[in-house]
């Protein structure tokens, strides 16, 4: 290779940047002894020159190129050791990826290059492209209140690949994710916030390539900078954030900073592990040839390492700064909490987002397990400011509209804002995400479908994905034409919907389950990008409208009702000088519910009254009972008693869905339907 000129450069902006006079190469590695930078020609397939970074600055590699401009294709080769008894892989064979990349052309080949120490495997390795920074921003973030928030889970290219309203080239992209009629749906649904599956780059497995497969949801990154998809993808992905902020509507990345692509022990050399492995991952003390798998991925990042902190810092500082993301959901969150293996709720981690300018304003929320011995759940138990998802919620509405027993005690719980795990260290309710799907999992329409998953088309023998789905078939295993059980199955997802709707905390929903998507079964479908994995948005029935409508009511319903919406727990008591009551549970017989009854295995029907008056928001004094009845009959249930001049109206009905409340007569006694939710609000007589 041809020498070039290179000075010694910056060792404080990692990753390559470009001063438009030439551009500034740093990389991190304790253990290396000499790091070359490739360059490459514009097709990324021919190596140009190859020049040893001549500086290091503690344990930053660095080197300036003058005249070298943004579109540079390049790679690095780091020479160190061959020990992986002490945790050195190094191996200058292999063409490594910049961390630091914002922008990558090309692809991993899964070629013996790959896995043989004595092939090149430059030939068959992705590259970093040098980019300069987008213009600015045309929109500013929407800041949507914790506690008015509805967020709505999606997979950018799942959400519009079938998606009529989209044109034909544009579906399963970005751009169509901001397309004006994406927006008008999402925004007449009630959707605040919208969560998007990983979009940072990540690798498709070389196991699924075998089977024909993909890594179709994305949790196998390789690049924490680089959004996924085509070349001109930062530039789409900016146009997409700014739309939807122009329409009020936030956006979270679902983020995977536990673990990498890189697998675990015998996996490719494809970035950190090659540049320096003993400092990313996690590898057990006792034998360094052997990782730590907190994750079940096979590798763990090292977030003990302050370089690797600072590198996940610098991506999530990356996106809110120049994509404009609004906040983060963390994969295998407590991971990102463990120090010497044990979770710390103030852990340096923590620490660290709680005091940056940036990081410290937007929305963090925790998926709080990972698959650690002993204390692998910590639900309730991550920093102030964190909101997580709450799977107890999930598990405790799931169980309860099966129709098992000794269930209300625990659904009360759930719609007061699971308290007993948020309400300390100046928590409020919305720290609660509310879920009954998620993308990791059944639908809503295959919850109340199949009895067992059914993930043959994941090619590994049914094996894969949960046991423990909480679910029901009613008597059918999959679809079915018998009107009556199709009519159950539509009531119990309504009910199910209301529930996240009418508890304290924030609703999130499962793309699609509004209109009835199902996976056929399928509750794992991280590898389907195809039409089991893909929204059926060209095939939506009446009967899938008629949901969208209700959920759109739930939407509205909840946001007209600031009761629905505390900031703070309630729980029951006194609390303004009218001497209102906030919450109250309420029996059948229309009195508050005795302690004996909440675990009565034969009882499976109570309300709860919230009072307006005694919480934040409107002071009109103003009552709602919800009531909850997941019999397979139906139970006369007497209202509580109002004033005289006032009286209950029926304003949602999920057994009478098109239910209009200017239509409901008043009522004292009603009788409430078999596996349904019923709410009732108070209101002046109407005069004869």
């Known amino acids: 290779m041809s020498n070039f000129d290179c000075e010694p450069g910056d060792a404080d902006k990692l990753g390559a940047t470009s001063d438009g006079r030439g551009v500034n190469f740093a990389i991190f590695s304790a253990n290396a002894t000499r790091i070359e930078l490739c360059l490459f020609d514009d097709t990324g397939k021919n190596e140009l020159h190859r020049i040893t970074l001549p500086q290091k600055t503690g344990d930053i590699w660095h080197g300036y190129i003058p005249g070298l401009k943004p579109g540079q294709i390049y790679g690095y080769r780091v020479h160190g050791p061959n020990e992986p008894h002490n945790g050195h892989v190094f191996n200058p064979n292999k063409l490594l990826l910049d961390p630091y990349a914002k922008e990558v052309v090309g692809a991993v080949g899964w070629t013996q290059a790959q896995f043989d120490p004595l092939k090149d495997n430059a030939g068959d390795m992705i590259k970093a492209r040098v980019t300069t920074p987008l213009p600015p921003k045309t929109s500013t973030p929407p800041n949507v209140p914790a506690n008015k928030t509805v967020i709505y889970e999606l997979h950018v290219k799942g959400y519009t690949k079938t998606d009529p309203s989209i044109p034909a080239n544009m579906r399963g992209t970005y751009a169509a994710l901001g397309q004006p009629a994406t927006i008008d749906y999402l925004k007449k649904l009630g959707v605040t916030t919208v969560e998007l599956l990983p979009v940072q780059m990540k690798l498709d497995d070389n196991r699924l390539e075998k089977e024909g497969l993909k890594n179709y949801w994305g949790y196998n990154t390789l690049n924490f900078f680089t959004p996924q998809m085509e070349p001109g993808a930062r530039q789409e992905f900016r146009a997409m954030v700014d739309a939807l902020h122009k329409a009020g509507i936030e956006v979270i990345l679902d983020v995977v900073y536990n673990h990498t692509a890189e697998e675990g022990r015998g996996g490719p050399l494809l970035s950190f592990r090659g540049i320096d492995n003993a400092s990313y991952y996690k590898l057990d003390p006792n034998n360094k040839n052997n990782y730590i798998d907190e994750t079940g991925c096979g590798n763990t990042l090292n977030m003990d390492h302050p370089q690797v902190r600072r590198m996940v810092i610098d991506s999530l500082r990356y996106w809110v700064e120049e994509f404009g993301v609004d906040g983060y959901r963390f994969d295998l969150a407590p991971v990102l909490g463990r120090e010497n293996g044990k979770f710390k709720r103030n852990a340096q981690f923590f620490k660290d987002i709680e005091k940056d300018p940036v990081l410290s304003k937007v929305k963090m929320i925790a998926e709080p397990w990972d698959v650690s011995a002993g204390d692998s759940y910590q639900l309730g138990n991550f920093p102030s400011g964190w909101a997580e998802w709450n799977g107890k919620f999930r598990d405790d509405v799931r169980r309860f509209w099966r129709g098992d027993a000794r269930m209300n005690g625990a659904l009360a719980t759930r719609l007061a804002g699971s308290s007993p795990e948020f309400d300390h ?51 059918v295993e999959g679809e079915t034409n018998d009107s009556e059980l199709r009519k159950l199955r539509q009531q119990q997802k309504r009910n199910m919907l209301a529930t996240v709707f009418l508890a304290q905390g924030t609703p999130m929903i499962l793309a699609g389950d509004e209109f009835g998507n199902s996976q056929k079964g399928n509750n794992n479908a991280y590898c389907q990008d195809n039409e089991i994995g ?7 029935s009446a009967e899938d409208r008629e949901l969208t409508s209700f959920v759109e009511k739930l939407a509205a319903f909840r946001k007209e009702h600031a009761v629905l919406t505390q900031k703070r727990f309630l729980h029951g008591k006194e609390t303004c000088e009218k001497g209102l009551i906030d919450l109250q549970w309420v029996s059948p017989n229309g009195y508050l519910m005795p302690d004996a009854e909440w675990y009565h295995p034969d009882n499976k029907c109570f309300g709860m009254l919230l009072n307006e008056g005694a919480t934040e928001g409107k002071k009109t004094g103003e ?59 108070q209101s002046p007589k109407k005069q004869v």
């Open 534 to 540: 893909w929204l059926k948005k060209d095939k939506i």
């Open 425 to 475: 260290s100046g928590r409020p309710p919305q720290a609660s995400i509310n879920f009954v799907t998620c993308h990791d999992g059944f639908t809503l329409e295959d919850l109340v479908s199949y009895n067992g998953k059914h993930n043959e088309a994941n090619k590994e023998n049914n094996r894969d994905g949960t046991n423990d789905n909480n679910s029901a078939n009613y008597g």
């Open 623 to 681: 009552k709602l009972v919800a009531i909850f009845n997941a019999a397979a009959k139906p139970v006369s249930f007497k209202l509580p008693e109002l004033s005289g001049d006032e009286e209950w109206t029926r304003v949602l009905d999920t057994a009478e869905p098109a239910l209009d409340p200017a239509q409901s007569a008043p009522v004292k006694t009603y009788n409430i339907p078999a596996r349904s939710v019923v709410v009732f609000t």
